[in-house]
């Protein structure tokens, strides 16, 4: 079983920064792992992913060129490095990791473990 849980989220104003941090109980070198948001009233939508080797990312294009994901497996960690927010990336913003290993993917079906949220504000 793994567990996720998310930190960093908070009130921001836009065209602030914010990192967001999740902590996984496992070891995360043989998963991949994404970060996905909700919005009030909306669907869970896919943010961004690292690949379980980390050599590649992958976002949504509201965040390209905003957004970094990045992973530390020595603390099996993974970031979401979030710059120049607007008010539209108000949400929840979830961790998530596939439950098959080694597979790379940006579909919210694939992933059967999630994190338990952090909010995440942008005031304008």
């Known amino acids: 079983q793994v567990q996720l849980v998310e930190s960093g989220g908070g009130l921001v104003q836009a065209g602030g920064s914010l990192r967001l941090s999740c902590a996984a109980s496992?070891?995360?070198?043989?998963?991949?792992m994404g970060w996905f948001r909700q919005a009030p009233g909306q669907e869970r939508d896919f943010v961004a992913a690292?690949?379980?080797?980390?050599?590649?990312?992958y976002y949504a294009d509201s965040v390209k060129g905003r957004f970094t994901i990045s992973r530390d497996d020595a603390k099996n960690t993974v970031y979401l490095q979030m710059n120049s927010v607007r008010p539209e990336d108000t949400a929840v913003y979830y961790c998530?990791?596939?439950?098959?290993?080694?597979?790379?993917?940006?579909?919210?079906?694939?992933?059967?473990?999630w994190g338990q949220g952090t909010q995440v504000t942008v005031s304008s």
């Open positions: 998530a990791a596939p439950r098959t290993y080694y597979l790379d993917t940006m579909y919210t079906r694939d992933y059967g473990y």
């Open positions: 496992v070891r995360t070198s043989t998963l991949s």
């Open positions: 690292v690949s379980w080797s980390g050599s590649r990312t």
